[in-house]
């Protein structure tokens, strides 16, 4: 829930809050809100003031806030044949800051209405490298960019079998265009410590990888 929607349900999100025990509700003052786009993604603009850590409230501050959804990211990997298989695609966020637009990632999409992480990240996996997660491990959530947007992603690592794992996948009316490959632990450790990743989910993705790769290599093939 956005605080955009708690304005319009005030009263149930203070029994929210109160049930939750979170005090944080009272500290925020939203002054206005509005939509001031809303095309395939929406910004809503927002007036508001926040108690201050030395006490009393900040002068008003205008803000927009960029809404996209929520989303699933999965690292997956083999651990019969110790690889991980990234995916690769085109990204307009990197050609506009002048770097390589095709970037290795993650398998990664939008939680829509009605479905779990769990399923999206399934789902995903299909869509976008062309296999079947057998095995699921939660690593965590994350705010992608706090300052900016409400997007969230849960992260996963899912087990799967890479050795028919090749081609070009995607959804072709999303314009999606997306090629796998898989990689070797050893060699993926190798750029991860030479800074070959550079987005947000695989760099956190990857991190998480190094600290349980040999614990999660033995349960899930023991298993």
Not at 11 to 24: I, L, N, Y
Not at 154 to 182: A, M, N, Q, R
């Amino acid at each position: 829930m956005t605080i955009h929607d708690r304005l319009k349900d005030s009263d149930r999100e203070k029994e929210q809050v109160a049930s939750s025990g979170s005090g944080w509700a009272e500290n925020v003052d939203v002054l206005s809100c509005h939509t001031a786009y809303q095309g395939f993604f929406r910004v809503d603009s927002y007036c508001l003031r926040y108690r201050l850590h030395t006490g009393g409230w900040s002068q008003k501050i205008e803000r927009e806030l960029f809404e996209r959804g929520h989303a699933v990211a999965v690292l997956l990997y083999d651990p019969d044949r110790d690889a991980l298989v990234f995916i690769k695609q085109f990204r307009i966020g990197a050609l506009a800051v002048c770097w390589d637009p095709w970037l290795l990632e993650v398998v990664a999409g939008i939680i829509e209405n009605g479905e779990t992480a769990e399923q999206v990240a399934r789902r995903e996996v299909r869509e976008e490298a062309g296999c079947d997660v057998t095995t699921l491990e939660r690593v965590g959530c994350y705010l992608v960019s706090p300052g900016a947007s409400t997007e969230t992603v849960e992260l996963f690592c899912g087990k799967v079998d890479s050795f028919h794992v090749f081609g070009i996948h995607g959804c072709v009316d999303e314009g999606e265009d997306i090629i796998v490959s898989v990689i070797s632990s050893e060699t993926a450790l190798r750029m991860l410590a030479q800074g070959a990743f550079n987005n947000g989910a695989i760099l956190m993705a990857m991190l998480w990888f190094a600290l349980h790769r040999d614990r999660l290599r033995q349960e899930w093939l023991s298993g």
